[in-house]
């Protein structure tokens, strides 16, 4: 089933906040910055020389101490076969001809010294338009100016059967406009023609292959105040989602795409978290076919790399689930940390009685502003001005199982109500009965402060609205919503002399939706409320969740 649009922001807003009132940084003190101190030698440029039908001529510079240089060529799926080996010459052009014109080939440059490996370059391109039933894209991204945050795509848009194609820098999900364009430029081969550029969209007609060239940050700069810095690339990591650096189809386009192709450079002696990023062969193949609702969300799309020896990691396996953890070792007291972040994922686990999937991995970067990779589902990218034994780990540990593909529950609302007092508030309730588990001294800290604020400047304003409402600002349905199900939750306990609470309900609602089985509304979590607890939460529902009957929490006056 995909056709539930992922309307609204799932990500904790509250963060930002807390973490920009109080400094951003709580509790931690700068540390020394450990730099990675590498000099090998490097590949300073590898790609297209020219292009033409069946022929593909490449040209490559090195620098630096080798002995060997190999060019290697091979088709998707396929193995690398060496094409030829180089000794004495710092940089070089490569034809290569009779090339099959319905095939993508990626090339690897490889430059060794005593064996060992110094740098790898990949590179992928189309020999000729080929026929497709949509337009098939590559991007080779070049991270190759860490210390500026920049980086460098090139960008084959196959249109060969498509029409025209419109491309942006437009945002996707809610990573907004993080793509910083510095300089661009393009090429149209075989009949195609492209116009405009990159800040104001680019159209691609006729049929043929164009050859976008840009190069971008992945900067502070698009700093925002919901989500800190979306992506950043820096000497010591490089946390980013596809979003954040790719120049994009737009999405009424979409269906117009067959594939899309990713090639990332890294430095080889970087480790790669992420577990759908294959260190190996660095090629994502992102079929649109199978995608509905938010292009590129939740997706295996988040790249989490580092630089040998400056990140702390352990795994743990939770509940089935192989857990990862990597800290900064810039973090001061990094290693003391795992043992609550692995028993927070544990907690979460206990309400749903599983794990998710196969991997986990959470990568907590050192930097003097929030930043953040983006929402997905097999792994989390945050830096230390989030807090790390805190909400934004809880919360997004949480949505893999109340929000994200393909593991969620799918909730859908009839207008004018919406799901995010389920999806938000009940996940902000969760990370307040989490860390009373695990922070020494936290005793529903954050519930408080919502119902202060909800008590003194929402209550009898025009502000207050019901928390199921769809329209509204989001401390209804994120804050006022973790205090109705603050509320929800002490009935339902009342109700039962203890016996049931909302961490039964939470795992009912998994067992007959989660993994995406059918969808459920308001009404069906009244109706599993009710069975659980033999009571009637009709008119709790119709007071707190859609009217806006006063919240009473004594114990948070
Ligand atoms: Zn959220």
Same mark, same amino acid.
Do not use: R
């Given at each position: 089933m995909k056709i539930f649009f992922k309307s609204f922001i799932l990500v904790p807003f509250f963060l930002i906040l807390i973490a920009i009132t109080t400094g951003?940084?709580?509790g931690i003190t700068t540390p020394d910055i450990i730099s990675p101190s590498i000099s090998k030698a490097s590949i300073i440029s590898f790609g297209i020389n020219s292009f033409e039908e069946g022929k593909i001529e490449l040209k490559w510079e090195v620098d630096g101490d080798y002995d060997e240089i190999l060019l290697s060529r091979k088709e998707i799926d396929e193995s690398y076969v060496v094409l030829e080996r180089f000794e004495d010459t710092s940089q070089g052009i490569y034809s290569d001809i009779n090339?099959?014109?319905?095939k993508i080939y990626i090339y690897k440059l490889e430059i060794k010294l005593n064996g060992v490996i110094q740098d790898i370059k990949k590179y992928s391109l189309f020999s000729s338009p080929i026929n497709s039933n949509g337009a098939i894209v590559i991007y080779n991204i070049a991270l190759n100016d860490s210390d500026n945050h920049q980086f460098e795509v090139e960008m084959w848009v196959n249109t060969k059967g498509t029409g025209s194609l419109n491309l942006k820098t437009e945002s996707y999900?809610?990573?907004?406009?993080?793509?910083?364009?510095?300089n661009w430029d393009s090429e149209v081969y075989n009949g195609a023609f492209l116009s405009g550029n990159p800040d104001i969209g680019i159209n691609i007609s006729a049929e043929g292959i164009s050859l976008i060239r840009y190069k971008a940050e992945l900067p502070p700069?698009?700093?925002?105040?919901?989500?800190?810095?979306?992506g950043l690339f820096t000497d010591r990591f490089f946390i980013a989602a596809g979003t954040q650096h790719l120049l994009l189809i737009d999405e009424s386009d979409?269906?117009?795409?067959s594939k899309i192709y990713k090639i990332y450079n890294t430095n080889p002696y970087w480790n790669v978290?992420?577990?759908?990023?294959?260190h190996e062969d660095k090629v994502f193949i992102i079929d649109?076919?199978?995608?509905?609702?938010?292009?590129?969300?939740?997706?295996?799309d988040t790249v989490l790399s580092y630089p040998e020896g400056t990140f702390y990691t352990e795994n743990d396996n939770i509940y089935g689930t192989e857990v990862t953890i990597a800290l900064d070792?810039?973090?001061?007291?990094?290693?003391?940390y795992t043992g609550k972040l692995f028993k927070i994922f544990e907690n979460i686990c206990s309400i749903f009685g599983e794990g998710v999937g196969e991997r986990y991995c959470t990568f907590v970067v050192y930097y003097n502003n929030c930043v953040y990779s983006s929402e997905n589902t097999y792994s989390q990218g945050f830096s230390q001005g989030f807090g790390i034994i805190d909400e934004m780990y809880a919360h997004q540990i949480f949505h893999r199982w109340n929000?994200?593909?393909?593991?969620e529950t799918i909730m859908v609302t009839p207008s004018?109500?919406?799901r995010g007092f389920y999806s938000e508030g009940w996940n902000n309730y969760f990370i307040d009965w989490n860390l009373n588990q695990v922070?020494?001294?936290?005793?529903?800290d954050y519930l408080k402060k919502f119902y202060n604020t909800y008590k003194s400047e929402?209550?009898?304003?025009?502000?207050?609205?019901? =928390?199921?409402?769809? =329209?509204?600002?989001i401390f209804i349905y994120y804050r006022k919503g973790a205090c109705v199900a603050y509320i929800l939750n002490k009935e339902i306990e009342n109700q039962t002399g203890g016996e049931v609470s909302l961490v039964e309900v939470q795992r009912e609602i998994w067992n007959r939706y989660?993994?995406?089985m059918g969808t459920f509304n308001y009404n069906d979590i009244v109706d599993i409320i009710n069975e659980l607890t033999?009571?009637?939460f009709s008119e709790f529902f119709n007071n707190y969740v859609f009217g806006k009957k006063e919240i009473i929490i004594p114990k948070f006056e």
């Open positions: 951003c940084i709580p090339l099959d014109t319905e999900c809610h990573h907004e406009n993080t793509l910083k364009i510095i700069i698009s700093s925002t105040d919901i989500h800190g810095i979306l979409k269906e117009k795409i978290l992420s577990p759908e990023y294959s649109f076919s199978d995608i509905d609702g938010n292009y590129f969300a939740y997706q295996e070792k810039s973090i001061s007291g990094y290693s003391g929000g994200w593909e393909p593991y004018p109500w919406h922070k020494p001294g936290f005793s529903w929402y209550y009898g304003t025009i502000k207050d609205i019901p =928390v199921a409402n769809e =329209v509204g600002d989660g993994h995406m033999g009571s009637d």
